[in-house]
């Protein structure tokens, strides 16, 4: 028996099984909807980009957590990759690459144990001040 055959003999067994099967399938289709919902949100956090998660979610390119795990990976790496680039620019552009390190100033470089001493008492007169103590140096 054909299924044309079996609708014109049973019209109201076939009507009955096809509703059962469209219910069937939206009741699948809803716990999966669900489910990929659940999954997104398990990971949001992770993503840490609203936008991106409101896309995967509603907008115009839905997708699965996994595939939001990618897209996001892609995303981060990306703006990693131009952060590197702008501080690399940023070093060139601030000049910092020709400092030396040798001290500049007056001194002239040599450490006498007379000036040691001054620079050490300098430095206890200051604490002291910083502390309270000394004020009427």
Same mark, same amino acid.
């Given at each position: 028996?054909?299924?044309?055959?079996?609708?014109?003999?049973?019209?109201?067994?076939?009507?009955?099984?096809?509703?059962?099967?469209?219910?069937?399938?939206? %009741?699948?289709?809803?716990?999966?909807?669900?489910?990929?919902?659940?999954?997104?949100?398990?990971?949001? !956090? =992770?993503?840490? @980009?609203?936008?991106?998660?409101? @896309?995967?979610? $509603?907008?115009?390119?839905?997708?699965?957590?996994?595939?939001?795990?990618?897209? =996001?990976?892609?995303?981060?790496?990306?703006?990693?990759?131009?952060?590197?680039?702008?501080?690399?620019?940023? $070093? !060139?552009?601030?000049? !910092?690459?020709?400092?030396?390190?040798?001290?500049t100033g007056?001194?002239?470089?040599?450490?006498?144990?007379?000036?040691?001493?001054?620079?050490?008492?300098? %430095?206890?007169?200051? $604490? =002291?001040?910083?502390?309270?103590?000394?004020?009427?140096?």
């Open positions: 028996m054909t299924l044309e055959e079996l609708r014109a003999a049973h019209p109201e067994l076939v009507a009955q099984a096809e509703q059962q099967a469209v219910t069937a399938a939206v %009741a699948d289709a809803v716990a999966d909807e669900r489910k990929r919902l659940s999954d997104i949100d398990d990971i949001a !956090t =992770s993503v840490g @980009d609203a936008t991106l998660v409101n @896309d995967a979610k $509603y907008g115009g390119n839905p997708c699965t957590a996994q595939e939001l795990a990618f897209r =996001s990976l892609k995303k981060n790496a990306s703006l990693g990759k131009a952060h590197l680039e702008n501080s690399q620019a940023d $070093y !060139t552009a601030s000049g !910092t690459g020709s400092v030396g390190a040798a001290p007056s001194d002239d470089g040599e450490e006498t144990p007379e000036k040691v001493q001054a620079h050490a008492e300098n %430095a206890m007169k200051n $604490y =002291s001040k910083m502390m309270g103590g000394g004020k009427g140096e």
